[in-house]
């Protein structure tokens, strides 16, 4: 991970429709854009297939402009669209529009044919997509496309909304105006929610900017509250679970939620831009708290690939084009989707999408906007308890590959006490992420952030010890010292959780379920490997009713979570019948035992994947006390 310190930028890009008398980066390109025309001298190009004038982009950052056409190099190293001053001569003439008209109408006629001709097969034609007024006769039809988007920015009740880049080929298309709230929500309620909790993890938006338009947005004449643009409805349905959580919220709203992931998804995988990188972090997230909707492993896996593609695990400079604050608002993106990609990886016992050992983008840092700002003693703080969280998931992904994923060859040619060597060196550096997280804590009680409370420290931090400690191939032939740290973090781990269920700051999603799945395989593995020295059955029967009550808690609509309560109070009934103190168990607990770890482990197949490292248990029948710690 980067050390490097902290930028000089500042500010962030947006989620932004604007009228057409603005000029934008991102702006849809107008029919009336100069384009080189080599039929006359009229052009407001000349010979040389140059622009007489610089682009809008380069004017507006005051910048040089080789004035190329049809994109400059500025505009074309970015990957954005680029556009120059209208002239008084279009460059495209009534005629040429005919033509055009004309050549799509017979190219309709040859698809008709087509269709007609394989009732199997649908070929959708050019002028299903490109309907015969797109074209339009100049300013008539580019005053209609600026009328709907404007009428879908109104609509959406704020300025955030959603630009298709047009540079794929494709004709782009905003997203149907149809995401809507449940009845009588107050959005900026919601999305207050998100920043005072979300946001601190993954500070990838300019909160004052989005909280402004909002307000703008609600006083503004007209205003529809039914269509939001993407951004603000996925800002607050977060913020409706973050407010579940806090008891503000009923489950009957929070189940009336249906996140269109098709249409999102889709949408940002045609649009390879920021924006669409920082919906994909935002459906992640959500993600994380659907029990019906898509796997957060595949979202955050989309959002990671993405992110590489666009080089945001590579450092940017001005060179490229890009200003300071733009700089800066790909590397906070970029972190953001790191740390969500491991830890959900971590959760779920599979490979990171991002999976580089060179990045070297500079962690988030405060810029000198915000350093000049009223809410400067804020934003640091919100940028420590981010960069904290990045350090835990860094070290999660790498006791992830180290003892989890590595090449089952490597891991045998390494000897006991390079094993333990390098156990050690994680526990030290997972102390030290303790200990600047505790400097970092506040002790007033928030109901709704808790990113930097003692209790989410500690279960974090027991969390990431049972994943080290886990009876993987690297821990192989477990000692009794090895078998006892992971029972007492299995204990830790769970009296943690508990204090954050009480406190109504434990998040009920797939990554706490996981982990009580694991922690249900791992208490029977316990039992089953430990005699009475190492494992007491006293407390594994506090352990089981913790996790138990965890359980209950989740709605109806996690039905893993159901069936998982079903195989804890098998094993709360079966734990009786082992005596305190006894040697040896009998062959009928001993039968019961695997019976309930077979459920277990069919429960992770079914959760976490069929690949899941947590499937992989490691050894199921060897005698922990025969075995020395240098085994």
Not at 12 to 23: A, I, M, P, W
Not at 134 to 140: E, I, K, Q, R
Not at 203 to 228: C, H, M, W, Y
Not at 498 to 509: R, T
Request: net charge neutral; hydrophobic share 35%; with cysteine.
């Amino acid at each position: 991970m980067s050390n490097s310190g902290p930028s000089t930028g500042g500010g962030y890009s947006r989620f932004r429709v604007r009228s057409s008398t603005s000029h934008d980066d991102w702006q849809l390109p107008s029919p009336k854009r100069p384009r080189l025309n080599t039929d006359g001298p009229d052009s407001s190009s000349n010979a040389s297939g140059h622009a007489e004038s610089a682009c809008l982009r380069c004017r507006k950052r005051k910048k040089r402009c080789c004035r190329t056409l049809p994109q400059c190099t500025a505009c074309d190293t970015t990957g954005v669209q680029c556009s120059y001053p209208s002239s008084d001569n279009l460059s495209i003439t009534v005629a040429e529009v005919n033509e055009l008209r004309a050549q799509i109408e017979r190219l309709s006629q040859q698809n008709v044919v087509k269709n007609n001709s394989n009732s199997n097969s649908y070929v959708l034609s050019p002028a299903d997509t490109f309907k015969s007024g797109s074209l339009g006769n100049g300013p008539d039809n580019d005053q209609e496309d600026t009328l709907f988007l404007a009428r879908t920015t109104e609509a959406n009740g704020s300025n955030h909304s959603w630009n298709w880049s047009p540079d794929l080929g494709h004709t782009p298309r905003p997203p149907s105006n149809n995401l809507r709230l449940p009845a009588g929500l107050a959005v900026r309620e919601l999305v207050d929610g998100y920043f005072r909790h979300v946001h601190k993890a993954y500070p990838f938006l300019d909160q004052g900017q989005v909280l402004k338009d909002i307000d703008d947005a609600t006083t503004r004449p007209g205003n529809n509250s039914e269509g939001l643009s993407p951004l603000i409805y996925m800002l607050s349905v977060i913020g409706c679970i973050t407010l579940h959580r806090a008891g503000k919220l009923s489950d009957d709203i929070l189940a009336s939620i249906k996140v269109p992931y098709e249409e999102l998804i889709g949408q940002c995988m045609l649009d390879p831009s920021i924006h669409a990188v920082g919906m994909l972090l935002l459906l992640a997230c959500y993600s994380t708290f659907d029990p019906t909707g898509i796997c957060p492993w595949i979202v955050i896996g989309l959002a990671g690939r993405q992110a590489i593609v666009l080089g945001l695990n590579r450092k940017s400079t001005r060179e490229s084009g890009l200003t300071l604050q733009e700089v800066e608002q790909r590397n906070r993106l970029f972190w953001s989707i790191y740390a969500l990609d491991r830890e959900v990886a971590a959760s779920f016992g599979l490979p990171p999408s991002i999976n580089d050992e060179n990045i070297n983008v500079p962690l988030p840092s405060v810029t000198i906007d915000e350093y000049a700002s009223a809410t400067r003693v804020q934003l640091s703080k919100v940028l420590q308890v981010c960069r904290n969280s990045i350090a835990l998931r860094d070290l999660e992904g790498k006791i992830l590959q180290k003892v989890h994923l590595a090449n089952p060859i490597s891991t045998l040619n390494i000897g006991m006490a390079d094993r333990q060597a390098i156990v050690s060196q994680f526990v030290s550096q997972l102390d030290d992420w303790y200990a600047n997280g505790c400097l970092l804590s506040q002790s007033e009680n928030d109901e709704i952030s808790f990113h930097d409370n003692i209790p989410w420290l500690n279960a974090r931090y027991h969390g990431v010890l049972i994943l080290l400690h886990y009876p993987s191939r690297f821990n192989a032939y477990y000692c009794r010292e090895q078998l006892s740290s992971l029972r007492e973090s299995i204990r830790r781990c769970v009296q943690c959780s508990a204090v954050l269920l009480q406190q109504q700051h434990l998040m009920l999603h797939h990554n706490t379920l996981n982990k009580v799945l694991v922690i249900c395989l791992l208490l029977v593995f316990c039992l089953m490997q430990g005699n009475s020295e190492v494992v007491q059955v006293g407390e594994v029967r506090q352990d089981v009713s913790s996790c138990i009550d965890i359980l209950e808690d989740f709605t109806g609509r996690w039905t893993l979570a159901k069936r998982s309560l079903i195989v804890f109070r098998d094993l709360e009934r079966l734990l009786p019948t082992i005596r305190p103190g006894a040697g040896h168990k009998s062959p009928t607990t001993i039968e019961s035992l695997r019976r309930v770890q077979s459920d277990a482990q069919s429960l992770i197949r079914d959760g976490l994947g069929p690949s899941s490292v947590y499937n992989n248990l490691y050894p199921l029948s060897v005698d922990p006390s025969s075995h020395s710690s240098g085994h």
